[in-house]
T-cell receptor
Framework: AQSVTQLGSHVSVSEGALVLLRCNYS??????LFWYVQYPNQGLQLLLK??????LVKGINGFEAEFKKSETSFHLTKPSAHMSDAAEYFC????????????FGTGTRLLVSP | DTGVSQDPRHKITKRGQNVTFRCDPI?????LYWYRQTLGQGPEFLTY????????KSRLLSDRFSAERPKGSFSTLEIQRTEQGDSAMYLC?????????????FGSGTQLSVL
């Protein structure tokens, strides 16, 4: 069964610094992978997704993620953090058996300091 | 899009009581999902509707849980004889084919506390 593991429940960066949020997946077949973001008091929203094709995927708000099959990773990056990026980020994989539900990781809270 | 709305935002109840939550999806979204999220965990799938038909239920959904989506519009999630372990954030989401069904639009959730 597909699953994702997010390393680090909290990540702290300074404003302007590189953001790197880690996600590793487990799947016996090519996975569909996603990053969702949850801002305080708001619902989760899709940041970006990888299905097939180009392995570097660009999303909203300057975020991007690269699918690396050899490392079974789908890390989320942003070159320069902004205060407004402070939120919780969830990696997810789509199941490919039965109902193709999304299975989420445990989340990483991004803290951005001035 | 007006967004997915959930009501109430917070619910405090005593163990053994029944509770019902409502979700209004984005209009024209034919898929509706219920997820549950506990502290320190990601959302866990509970159930999903395609229009009015409930097509999938997780093993997490015990017999005390029931969900409906009459007429394929809003949905309700009822928990009977609540237990302290039911305390969680209950999330509703909707999606449509045009966005790719994996683009889920989530509501802000209903926080349930069972005392």
């Amino acid at each position: 069964a597909q699953s994702v593991t997010q390393l680090g429940s909290h990540v702290s960066v300074s404003e302007g610094a590189l953001v790197l949020l880690r996600c590793n997946y487990s799947s016996s077949v090519p996975p569909y992978l996603f990053w969702y973001v949850q801002y305080p008091n708001q619902g989760l929203q899709l940041l970006l997704k990888y299905t097939t094709g180009a392995t570097l995927v660009k999303g909203i708000n300057g975020f991007e993620a690269e699918f690396k099959k050899s490392e079974t990773s789908f890390h989320l990056t942003k070159p320069s953090a902004h205060m407004s990026d402070a939120a919780e980020y969830f990696c997810a994989v789509r199941m490919n058996t039965g109902f193709q539900k999304l299975v989420f990781g445990t989340g990483t809270r991004l803290l951005v300091s001035p | 899009d007006t967004g997915v709305s959930q009501d109430p935002r917070h619910k405090i109840t005593k163990r053994g009581q029944n509770v019902t939550f409502r979700c209004d999806p984005i209009s024209e979204h034919n898929r509706l999902y219920w997820y549950r999220q506990t502290l320190g965990q990601g959302p866990e799938f509970l159930t999903y509707f395609q229009n009015e038909a409930q097509l999938e239920k997780s093993r997490l959904l015990s017999d005390r849980f029931s969900a409906e989506r009459p007429k394929g519009s809003f949905s309700t999630l009822e928990i009977q004889r609540t237990e302290q372990g039911d305390s969680a954030m209950y999330l509703c989401a909707s999606s449509r084919a045009r966005d790719g069904y994996e683009k889920l639009f989530f509501g802000s959730g209903t926080q349930l506390s069972v005392l």
